[in-house]
C-alpha cells in the first residue's frame, strides 16, 4: 500500500507533528510498509463478528458523584511549562 | 549478597544477619560500578532509598516486617513516583517530577521495598530492542564478555537488564506487545504479563490503554510471586482494574504437576524459529513431562494476524493518550512559539522520538475519516477471533508454551533502520496481549551463549498456576542462576 505525501501532511496535521520536508520522504516508506503489513488483516473473515474493544468485555463502572480527591492545583501547576494567576499560559489566541 | 533472591534477602533481613541500610547500599554500590556498561537505570534515588532502607530496619526492628520491607527494587521508568523524575524513556518528560505516585509504587512503599531508582526503557515503552530511550540503549549483560553488545529487548529493557546484572533482585515491567517477557527471554531472567486488569495501570503513563499491563521481573518465579502479591488487586482509581480477590501468589508454588495438560501450538513452532531454539524450548516441555504433564498440539489458528491487529489498535490508542503531551501543563515545551500552533507542532516534534512519531501518525492514520472502518474496526473483529482461539485451546489444555522470541538476543543497531523488521520480534507474545490473558517467560536454556526463553500462557487470573509450573520447572533446572560475565 502507498501512503502519499500529502496524506502524510494532512495526517501530520491532525496529530499536531510538525513534519519536515526530508522527512516525509522516509516516513513515505516507513508507514507504507507498516500498512502493508496490516493489510493482510482485510484477508480475515470477520462477517458477524463483535468488535472487541476490552479483552474482558467489562463495562464503564460508575460510581457515585461525589469529589474523592483533594485539590492539587498549586502541585499540578508547580510542574506547567508557564503560569500565571493559577491559569496555564500559552501563546496569544485572539488578537 | 547480590545474587540472592528476593525470597532469600527477605530472610536475610528477618534474621538479622544484615540490616536494610547495608543491602541497599551494597546494592546501590553495584549500581554505580556496574551500570556504564548496561545503562539501565535512568536515575538512580541514592539518598530517598537509604533513608527508606532507615526506615525499613526501624519497622522490623518493631515486629511490623512484610516479607518485602528492606528488600530493595527498582521501578520501571513508566510509572509516576511522587517527587521523582519520571522521563517514560522521553525528552517531553526529561524533568516530569510527579506530584503523585503509581498504585503499583504506592503498594510497594507501603509494603516497605526499597526502591533504587527507575530503569530505562523504550520511548513511551515502544519498542522491541530497548534502544528507543531518549536516555540511551540498554546493553544486554550476556555477550558482553565476548565484546559483543546486544540488545536487552524492550521496552522493559533496563529492568531485565539491571535484575539480569544483579544491579537488583526485582524490577517492576509493563508489557503492552511483549514488553516483559521480550526482555525477560533476551536476558535470561523470569517475567510476568498478569491477565489485563490484574494490576492496576492508575498513574502508569499510558501507551495502548486496552493492551497494557504492568508485571514484573525477577530471577525466580518465586519473587515473581512476592511482586505479584504486592501489586495485584482492585483499584477504584483505574477503570479497567478488575474487582476480584487476590490469591497468595506463593501458597501453590510447590503444588505438583501430575496431570497438568500442556498445549503447543502449532503456529508457534513454524519456519520463523530456528532449530537451535526448538530444540531447547521443547527439552524444556520434555521436562515438564518427566514431572507428570500431558502434551498435546493445538492450534491457534488466527495467531498470524496478531501482528497486524496490533499495529492497527496500539498505535490508534497511542494517538488518543500520547495527545495529553502538548506542552501546555507539563512536560517539554519548544523555545518561543509564535502562535499555539507553532507551540503544539514543535513542541511534539522535538520532544518525541522517531518512533513515537511513526506510531502516532500511523494511529492518526488509521482512525482517520475513511480509514476508521478498514483499519481500527476491522483490527477489533480479528482480535476477537483471536481471543476465541485462545478460548477454545484453554477448553483441551491447562497452559499453552511456546518460545518466548524467534531468536536470542541480536546485535545493537541490527535492525533500527526497518521497523518493521523489528516488530516482528515479538511475534510470538503480541496475541496474548490481544486477548488479554496472562504469560510468563522463564529461562529455558541457550543458544549460541545467549538465553532462550519459554513462554507460558495461562486462561484469565490463571496467575497461581503459570507461577505454580514455573517455580516447579526452576526447581529441576538451574537455567534462571546462570549469571552473565
Known amino acids: ?95 | 549478597m547480590h545474587n540472592k533472591s528476593v525470597a532469600e534477602l527477605s530472610r536475610e533481613l528477618e534474621s538479622g544477619k544484615i540490616s536494610s541500610v547495608e543491602l541497599t547500599q551494597q546494592f546501590l554500590d553495584r549500581v554505580k560500578q556496574e551500570d556504564t556498561r548496561y545503562n539501565s537505570f535512568i536515575t538512580v534515588t541514592e539518598e530517598q532509598a537509604l533513608a527508606d532502607a532507615k526506615a525499613a530496619d526501624e519497622q522490623r526492628a518493631a515486629g511490623n516486617a512484610t516479607p518485602w520491607t528492606g528488600v530493595p527494587l527498582a521501578h520501571k521508568d513508566i510509572f509516576c513516583t511522587n517527587g521523582v523524575r519520571t522521563t517514560c524513556g522521553s525528552k517531553m518528560l526529561e524533568n516530569f517530577v510527579p506530584p503523585y505516585d503509581a498504585t503499583v509504587t504506592a503498594n510497594f512503599r507501603r509494603a516497605g521495598a526499597v526502591c533504587l531508582g527507575k530503569t530505562n526503557m523504550d520511548e513511551f515503552a515502544m519498542g522491541s530492542s530497548n534502544e528507543a530511550s531518549h536516555f540511551g540503549p540498554v546493553t544486554n549483560p550476556w555477550g558482553l564478555s565476548k565484546g559483543e553488545k546486544r540488545v536487552p529487548g524492550g521496552s522493559s529493557g533496563g529492568s531485565a537488564a539491571a535484575v539480569a546484572a544483579r544491579l537488583v533482585p526485582a524490577a517492576t515491567a509493563t508489557d503492552t506487545g511483549g514488553s516483559i517477557r521480550q526482555p525477560a527471554a533476551l536476558c535470561g531472567v523470569t517475567g510476568l504479563k498478569p491477565t489485563y486488569g490484574r494490576v492496576s495501570r492508575y498513574g502508569m503513563i499510558a501507551f495502548a490503554s486496552s493492551l497494557d499491563q504492568g508485571g514484573t521481573i525477577a530471577r525466580t518465579a518465586e519473587d515473581n510471586a512476592l511482586m505479584l502479591n504486592v501489586m495485584a488487586g482492585f483499584d477504584p482509581k483505574d477503570s479497567t482494574s478488575v474487582d476480584r480477590a487476590v490469591p497468595d501468589y506463593t501458597a501453590t508454588l510447590n503444588e505438583p504437576l501430575k496431570g497438568l495438560r500442556i498445549g503447543l501450538p502449532k503456529e508457534y513452532f513454524s519456519d520463523q524459529l530456528s532449530p537451535a531454539m526448538e530444540e531447547q524450548v521443547r527439552a524444556a516441555v520434555r521436562e515438564y513431562e518427566k514431572l507428570g504433564a500431558t502434551v498435546k498440539d493445538v492450534s491457534l489458528p488466527n495467531a498470524k494476524l496478531a501482528i497486524a491487529a496490533y499495529y492497527v489498535i496500539a498505535p490508534a490508542e497511542a494517538s488518543a493518550n500520547l495527545s495529553r503531551f502538548d506542552g501546555v501543563r507539563y512536560g517539554y515545551r519548544c523555545e518561543d512559539p509564535k502562535d499555539l500552533m507553532d507551540l503544539y507542532t514543535r513542541t511534539r516534534a522535538e520532544g518525541f522520538g522517531t518512533e513515537v512519531k511513526r506510531r502516532i501518525l500511523v494511529g492518526t492514520y488509521a482512525l482517520s475519516a475513511g480509514y476508521f472502518d478498514a483499519y481500527y474496526l476491522k483490527a477489533q473483529k480479528v482480535r476477537r477471533l483471536i481471543q476465541q482461539d485462545f478460548i477454545n485451546a484453554f477448553k483441551d489444555v491447562d497452559v499453552l508454551m511456546s518460545p518466548t522470541t524467534p531468536s536470542p538476543a541480536f546485535a545493537l543497531g541490527e535492525k533500527t533502520n526497518d521497523p518493521v523488521t523489528m516488530y516482528l520480534e515479538d511475534i510470538f507474545t503480541i496475541a496474548i496481549n490481544l486477548a488479554g490473558v496472562p504469560a510468563m517467560s522463564v529461562p529455558a536454556g541457550f543458544v549460541d551463549g545467549l538465553p532462550v526463553g519459554l513462554q507460558i500462557i495461562g486462561d484469565y487470573f490463571s496467575e497461581a498456576r503459570l507461577l505454580n509450573a514455573a517455580h516447579q520447572f526452576q526447581q529441576v533446572t538451574d537455567w534462571h542462576q546462570r549469571e552473565p560475565q
Do not use: C, W
Not at chain 1, 15 to 21: G, L, P, S
Not at chain 1, 55 to 70: G, K, N, Y
Not at chain 1, 83 to 91: A, F, I, M, W
Open chain 1, 1 to 95: 500500500m502507498t501512503i502519499s505525501r500529502e496524506d502524510i501532511e494532512k495526517v501530520a496535521v491532525l496529530a499536531r507533528i510538525r513534519v519536515d520536508d526530508e522527512q516525509i520522504s522516509a516516513l513515505e516508506n516507513d508507514l507504507g510498509n507498516i500498512l502493508d503489513l496490516v493489510d493482510q488483516l482485510s484477508a480475515a473473515d470477520t462477517e458477524n463478528v463483535e468488535p472487541m474493544a476490552h479483552p474482558l468485555d467489562a463495562v464503564q463502572r460508575l460510581r457515585p458523584d461525589e469529589v474523592t480527591e483533594t485539590n492539587q492545583r498549586e502541585a499540578f501547576q508547580a510542574i506547567a511549562p508557564a503560569t500565571e494567576n493559577g491559569l496555564y499560559l500559552v501563546p496569544r489566541v485572539i488578537e
